[in-house]
């Protein structure tokens, strides 16, 4: 079935450092890959999405990279601050359903 | 835009009692989204449904877990009778459906249940 493997688990870097989040999916129709962010307490919240039919979209200090060959995409933020700490999740769903399988999150800490 | 409303934000309750969660969507949306969060099994999917109909509800752990969507403004998921492994937090989502458009899930604040 449809699956989301999301790696690592807990990620802690220092403040300014860069922080990279991979996850791999098993869908091949999957071609929508969003990134929530969940702060303690708080909604997941896109932060940054991506469509197939690009490689990589940025916005700021937040890039996604989509390599639909390997069904792999990453969640990269730079310059990391203490406000980035959250869980962060990634998702894959198919175009024309609105199903979203959601990765099982990345812990961030990001230390002054 | 006051996004998506959930009641009540916290729910305590005892075992074999019915809970009854609701959700009011983002005015305009078409697709609303049942979720339940806990550290075991992360971020699931209960139930969605497309313009108030029930579009897949293979999520919904037994049959004691329900959900309506009576009309484009308001659902329901009621959990009778409840129990202690039911303790987590619900989210609520919608979005708007375009046909071979992809649609950003806008979540609630939650409810966090607790069954005792």
């Known amino acids: 079935g449809e699956n989301v493997e999301q790696h690592p688990s807990t990620l802690s870097v220092q403040e300014g450092d860069s922080a990279v989040i991979k996850c791999t999916y098993s869908?091949?129709?999957?071609?929508?890959f969003p990134w929530y962010k969940q702060e303690l307490g708080k909604r997941p919240q896109l932060i940054i999405d991506?469509?197939?039919?690009?490689g990589e979209k940025k916005d700021q200090r937040i890039a996604v990279t989509l390599n639909k060959t390997a069904k792999h995409f990453s969640l990269h933020i730079t310059e990391t601050q203490p406000e980035d700490s959250a869980v962060y999740f990634c998702?894959?769903?198919?175009?024309?359903?609105?199903?979203?399988?959601f990765g099982t999150g990345t812990r961030l800490q990001v230390f002054p | 835009d006051a996004g998506v409303i959930q009641s009540p934000r916290h729910e305590v309750t005892e075992m074999g009692q019915e809970v009854t969660l609701r959700c009011k969507p983002i005015s305009g949306h078409n697709s609303l989204f049942w979720y339940r969060q806990t550290m075991m099994r992360g971020l699931e999917l209960l139930i969605y449904f497309n313009n108030n109909v029930p579009i897949d509800d293979s999520g919904m752990p037994e049959d004691r877990f329900s959900a309506k969507m009576p009309n484009a403004s308001f659902s329901t998921l009621k959990i009778q009778p409840s129990e202690p492994r039911d303790s987590a937090v619900y989210f609520c989502a919608s979005s708007l459906r375009l046909a071979g458009g992809w649609d950003t899930q806008y979540f609630g604040p939650g409810t966090r249940l607790t069954v005792l």
């Open positions: 991506i469509r197939s039919n690009v």
């Open positions: 869908d091949s129709a999957s071609n929508y």
């Open positions: 998702a894959a769903s198919r175009v024309n359903t609105d199903k979203l399988i």
